[in-house]
C-alpha cells in the first residue's frame, strides 16, 4: 500500500530545494552590491585625456 502524500512530499522537496538555491543567489548578489556600492567612484585624473562626448551608446545626444 503506498501513501498517497507521498507525490506532494516529492513536490515539496523539490520547492525547497529550488527555494535554497533562490535565498542563496539573492545573498550572493546582496553581497556582490553592497561591495560594489562601496568601491570608490575614482580620482580625478585617472581616465587621461579621454574624451567623454563619444561615449553615447544610443545617439541620443544632441545631433546638428
Known amino acids: 500500500m503506498t501513501n498517497p502524500s507521498s507525490p506532494h512530499l516529492d513536490t515539496v522537496w523539490q520547492l525547497i530545494g529550488l527555494t535554497n ?3 542563496d543567489f539573492l545573498e550572493r548578489l546582496m553581497k556582490e552590491c553592497i561591495l560594489f556600492g ?3 567612484v575614482g580620482v580625478e585624473g585617472d581616465k587621461g585625456d579621454v574624451d567623454d ?12
Open 53 to 64: 562626448s563619444d561615449d553615447d551608446l544610443f545617439g541620443s545626444g544632441a545631433r546638428g
Open 21 to 23: 538555491w533562490v535565498i
Open 38 to 40: 562601496e568601491q570608490p
